[in-house]
């Protein structure tokens, strides 16, 4: 009769360390939960628009409990409106923090409504290349991000930065390049043809452009995306050195994407074909505009491996995943 309480005891003495141990990871794993972090088992979806705003790049990517924004470009001359497009989209779709602004470039098409977006929103981190540029764009979202005291984490030659949000964990690749610094006139910057002459010597794998610095779009920070089996490449305006850079990459080549955008616009550079056949993207979008349209050899490149190819000319392109597979539509 003595042994039966015993062993009683003994069994709660083993279930007592047992329930304690379960009931932490109950508490870690929720407390992971708060912090947006390694959760894998709830409604991870993720959600990316990326927006027509002509020949420019704003593109939101939203996790089941964080934001983030890849380039505020502001809408083409073109269309008549400008980084209040941002803001009004933003707001009407229940956005009121930025977990993080990446910012690729300082090219007005990628830049010229990041002050505007760091005034209206709750912007928590930014990240930038590590170039300067004299422009009034870019001195205008330093004065932003001072006003608002925030210190841009940037990233150096060959830097990473990752962050990981709801099941979704995202990459940033900075470029190889060392740093320059850039000074462009007013009248310059509001020259639409500028760009395309500032492009001239794209294709050069020195980097060197016009007046001996390297060409800005080679600064493009690089994201990559993984949802479980989901991978997602941003390329923002890469070139042919910095295409160079991302194929020389294992991390992003090991990698099967289902989506990717086309660099630069679907402007054609020597190494664009190269990239697209070595990466063989499922869906592919290209941010562009009816008045510039992207080069055909790219849309004959796409067409050849089978990709589904989106224009944000054709307006704003939504991508939703749940891990396994993705939703296009627009
Ligand atoms: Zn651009």
New binding site residues.
Partial sequence: MKEKPRKSHILTLILIPVLVVFLVMQVVACSFDVFGTKDKNKDDKLEITILDVG???AILLRTANHTVMIDS?ERDHEQGASAGFLVDYLTEQGVVALDYLIITHF?R??VGGAAVIIENFDVKAVIVPDYRRESRHYLRFQAAMQEKGITAQVLASKATYDFYFDGVEFTVYASHQEFAEYIVHDEEEDDEDY?DRQHQDDDNDDYIAARDLPNV?NFSLVTSISHRENHFLFT??AKAARIREILATPSITEKDYVFMQIP??GNLNRRSLEFINAIQPSFAVI?CSHKRPPDVEIIDALADIGANVFLTADGNVYLESDGLRIDVSQ
């Fill in positions: 020949k420019a790049d470009g090219d098409d990628h760009l779009n923002a305006d630069h616009h941010t």
